[in-house]
Structures are given as C-alpha cells and as structure tokens.
C-alpha cells in the first residue's frame, strides 16, 4: 500500500486521477472500503486530514505492456547470455536458455518478484535479508571504511552467504568508487540467478562527520547540514539538494541512501541535530517530502532513475532523555517519549509516506515504559523500535499505510559485551566490534532477536551477515517461509524496479565529471549563503563597511579574507573589525564507549577558559567583533551574545560563503530551525526565556 495526503483537509477523492489515469475502474476493484481510507486524528495531525492507502499497480496488472509495443531497455554487456524472443533481448540471469518470467523486463515488477522468490532457495532469501559491511583492506575503525574492498572476502559474502546489499563505507575518488562497483556486480553476476547487489551509503555530502553515521564527503558535493537546509525554509531547495545526490550516487553506482532523517531535533545536547531539519514537525514533514521527492526522482514511486530513499529513524530517535545521550550507546537507550510526545514525532514521517519513500529505518531508542499510540489496541512494548511490532505492524503499515521494505539499523541482532554496557577499561581503547544495540531485547539469544524482529515487521538486517540463523529458525518451524517470501518479495521488487537486473554496471569514466561538477557546487554554494542566519547586528556592523580594511581573525580563514581585499593584522589593537570563528562546545562524557569518544556530548555552553571565548572577549573589548558560528549542535550563546558586535551562524558553509555575507555580496536570509536555550538548564525545566527562539533571524 502507498499513502499519501490530499490537498484538501478532511476529504478523499475515490477517483483520483492517479488511479483512474492508470487504470481506471479495474484498479479500484481492488480496493475495500477498509484498504480505501484511514484517518489519523489529533492535534499534531490536524493539518494532515489522512491517508490514502493504494493497492500497487503492479498487483493489478496495471501498466503491464503488451509484447508489440515494448521498446527495447538498455543491457549490460557482461558475462550474462541474452536471449531473443519477439524481436527483444533479455539477459538470461540463470543461464537456463528459456526466458524466464523475472527476466522479461516488460512484466511488472511485482510479478517479477513473486517469479524470482518462488525460484530462491531458502539460503538465498535469508541472505537477501541482509544488508552486509563489506570488508575493506585496512578499514579504520568502522568495518567497511577506507579506500578499497577487500573483492575476495567480498566475494565470499555474495555468492557464498547470498548477500545483494552492502553499504558503501569507502572514500575514494569517483572512478575508483564506479569501477569496485563494477566490479563487485561482475561477481554477483556469477550467482545462480544472477541478482544484482545494491549498494547503500550513509550520507556524504554534508559538512559534519561522524564515524558509523556519515561518510567524509571527499569528492561530493558539500552541502550545509540538513539543519541548515531547514533554515532556509525552501522545500524545493531540499529537492533540488537531494536531487543532485541522487546524480551523483547513480554516477559510482550507489543505488540506495540512508537518509534522510525525519528525527526531531528536541534536545539541545543531542549529537545528531544537524543531522535532521530542526525541531518543527510540520516544517520537518514538508522538507522529509522533498528530500525524498528528489532522492527517488519524483513522488510516483521507485523506477530505473531513483535511488532508494530510507527515510530515518522510525519513530522518536531524537526523544533523548535530558543529557542528550544518543541511543547508539547502552547509557543512551532509553527515549523520553509517551502516546502523546510520539505523535509529534511521526508527523515529520508523513512527508516521507506523501512521496512514497521506499523504505524506513526504525530507531535504536526504546520507550522508558509501555503506553499506548493513535488508538493501538496493545501498548507500545519497552523494547528497541527494530522489535516493536505495535509501531512497525499496527502503527507504521496499518495507520501509516506504507509497503515498503522495512531495514532495521545497524547491529541490532549482536550480543551488547560488557564493555558495551559498562565501557572499556582504563587503558583499553573500545572497538566497533564491542558495540551493538539490542536495546530492550538483551536477554534473548540472537536468534531471538532475529525471530522478534521478524515478527515485528522488519524485513531487512542492516550491519548482518548471518543468514544461517533466519535459515535455521525456518527449518526449526520457529519462522513461518512466508513471512521469508513477503520480506524478499520487498527487497527484490526494488530491485526489479530500479532496472538493476537489466544494466547494474555504471560508467566509470563519466563518474568524476558528475561528481562535485561545477554546476553542483554553484547550487550547494547558493545553498551555503541562503543557510546563514544572522542572530546579532550590533551598531550595523554588518555587512562590512568598504572603508574597513584591516581584520583580525581568530580561527577563521585568513586566504578567505585576503581574497576580499582584507588586510590580515597580528593583533586586535590594529584591527577596523575582528572575525573568531567557534563551533557548539562539546565535552567527553564517555571516552570508554565507541561512540561516547566519537560523539558530541554533553553541554553547549563554551566554558569561561575556553580559548575562543577568551579571543572573542578580547577582541571585542578594543574592535567590533563579529563570532561566526559552526552550529553543529544548538549552541548555548551565553558569554557570547554579551560579548560579540554581531553573530552569524552557519551549519556547514565554507569560509568564503561566510565571507561573501559578512561584505554583503549575499544578505543573510535563514532563520532559526531550532530554539537556542541554555544548556545547563534545558528549556523544560525552567521558565527562564530561551536566548532565541525558532524562526529567529535578521537580514541587512
């Protein structure tokens, strides 16, 4: 089923011209009343009058074409036969000699699917649940990471383990990230039914890192922060973002993205607030729809030209308890959510259902205690989101209507060691291998946890490769097959749609004229100006005066400035103005963790020794002082905005897009995607007013 809400509040059209344009009255055959309508109703939903859940045209038969009107598709030249029938060729992927039903390209996918599953054995369906880490010759910390996959040992988790999905960890150049590509199809080829591997990538192509989240973005196209896209307050800007990923994930052959994140960014403290688009779910909803919009090459579902979009982290991953911890972490597990806090989470998710997004990511966190969602009849269980069968199930395809795959995150399924709960010890440095996040489900084995799993909904394991064990819970009569063949029909139904068994192979030699082009970077580059928000504008200071030559910085790029004509000075004394840059503060709060020594914890405030703090203090007590801000996290402003003549913040912007507004070539225009409070006494707690709210900005 694909939902979608209308235009007009309250009401549904049976006859909507998407259907009766396709196929008329021989779809809505198919519908019941029950599959026709659901409504949700309460007051975060009250802007969105419901869901209109649609039977696929596949199932119908819609769109099937007829032999003597099909055109011929484009083939990979490779190692797999064609075969000729009507005049056509077909790759014969079992090398049988008869063409097959999910050879024929001109059937619908979901008929492909169905004819494809029914031929898997079941090794090959438990291995298309997976969604492995490749292993890369000298990974760094994260399996998967570096420059290059180990092939062999690649190899082995296709066509011995049966895995068609691994995610692309690598930083490399373009060529070298098609041609492993290339290569990697060219071994899958050799599988006995010749399925095709589909890559997936955390998202590169922003300013802020962090190892196991998001990929250096290298040779990609740096675009600000997804906060930042929020504060420009352009949906289309977000399409037209998640547009030109989309083109230049196809050019190395990245066919699915695990992004966006629909979270909500409710806690100053959180480590992945620049991650999502802020903290307004209405706002969220409409920027989660043109994301996908633009991932997948429209709203009308996945074809030849989409890249999967795995809309994240379903539901309330941003929900962290007061100090912030990320569910990633044992001490971070718990969210802080009830039947009432929640809904305001899935309203961002509504935007991804709109544009019919293909798959959805459920989060590590797990409720502090049971209660009860949108009605559902049973409470929402105390476990991991990934084990949740009320929000996977009841909530996320019965209210929500969606039917696509379901991909849990990663290492769900593994045992959580002690140092996993409590920590390395002093002098040990902890590893990947000591995290996992079976957060609420510990006490069961791991087959437990794959069988729950199931159970609740997932289709597809991210960060596994342990096909045996789905095998072994068939064969033991624990696992119904046919919950097997619904997932894998899932899967490969994407798979089908997106033309991968017909040409998997990418163009190599184009890849680096299509990655980071100079028309991409002219876009991210508009993108970057239209993302800075100005929070301070003491005595005009901004945009610069012409007459005002000589600048000191602290931090900042001294080239930048020298390209405008500026004149860098040693010491403020000498200065007509002072630029110091500074990111959010952050502490260490759990160096003996993973994550803990990887994430940005704890308080935003900058401490009064901080050496930023210091420089801007004294700048700004001889020359007018402008602090440009990183916000990597909701800063807490307090010793700045006493302190600085002007403010104005970025979430990802290179130094000559800040300089180009500090002159006025470009005129902040962005507001606030969040509130700015202070942390040492989160907004909830206190009735003191936030520093500045959300939707706050100045311009010139």
Known sequence: MRGYPLQRRGAFRRSDSQLAGRCGASLLRFLSKEDEIHVIRSRYFSGVAGVLLLSTLATSGCGALRPESAKQVKLAKGAIPLIHADGLLFRDLDRSGALEPYEDWRRPAAERAADLVARMTLEEKAGAMMHANPPARAAAGVPGAGSEWDMAAVGRLVLDRHVTFLLNRLKTDPASLANQQNALQAIAEQGRLGIPVTISSDPRSQFSYAQGVSVDAGAFTKWPDPAGMAATGDPELVRRFADSVRQEYLAVGIRMALSPQADLAVNPRWHRSSGTFGSDPAASARFVRAYVA??????????????????????????????????????????????????????????????????????????????????????????????????????????????????????????????????????????????????????????????????????????????????????????????????????????????????????????????????????????????????????????????????????????????????????????????????????????????????REGSTRFREDAPALAALAKASAVVPTIASIYMERPIDLSGIANRATAIIANFGATPDAIVDALTGESGPVARLPYDLVWTDRLREQTTEPVSYRMGEGLGY
Not at 351 to 372: C, D, E, H, L, N
Not at 507 to 514: L, M, T
């Open 294 to 599: 633009g991932m997948q090459d429209g709203e009308s579902g996945i074809h030849r030209n989409s890249v999967v979009s795995v809309v994240k982290h379903w539901v309330g991953y941003g929900a962290t308890m007061d100090d912030g911890a990320d569910a990633h972490n044992y001490y971070g597990r718990r969210l802080d959510i009830d039947g009432v806090k929640i809904e305001r989470h899935i309203l961002p998710f509504t935007g991804a259902f709109a544009a019919r997004v293909g798959a959805v990511m459920p989060s590590y966190g797990m409720p502090a205690t049971p209660f009860r969602v949108l009605g559902s009849t049973e409470p929402v269980e105390p476990v991991g989101m990934g084990f949740n069968r009320v929000m996977l199930t009841d909530v996320l395809r019965g209210r929500m209507g969606f039917d696509g795959v379901v991909l849990s995150d990663w290492q769900v399924t593994d045992d959580c060691s002690r140092v996993c709960r409590s920590g390395a010890n002093p002098g040990e440095k902890p590893q990947f291998s000591d995290i996992a996040m079976p957060w609420g489900v510990e006490a069961l084995d791991k087959a437990g946890r794959y069988l729950k799993a199931i159970d609740a909904g997932v289709d597809q394991f991210g960060g596994s490769s342990d096909p045996e064990i789905v095998v072994s819970l068939v064969r033991s009569g624990r696992l119904d097959v046919s919950r097997v063949d619904a997932a894998v029909t899932r899967i490969m139904k994407q798979k089908f749609e997106q033309g991968l068994f017909e040409d998997p192979y990418v163009d190599a030699g184009r890849a680096a004229s299509i990655v980071g082009n100079d028309a991409f970077r002219r876009m991210a580059l508009d993108a970057q100006h239209r993302s800075l928000v100005l929070l301070k504008n003491g005595r005009h200071l901004l945009p610069v005066s012409p007459t005002m030559t000589k600048v000191f910085v602290y931090g900042f790029d001294a080239d930048a400035m020298r390209r405008r004509g500026f004149t860098i000075v040693q010491r403020p004394e000498e200065a007509d103005f002072a630029v110091v840059e500074m990111a959010t503060p952050f502490e260490v709060l759990h160096p003996n963790f993973f994550f803990g020594a990887r994430y």
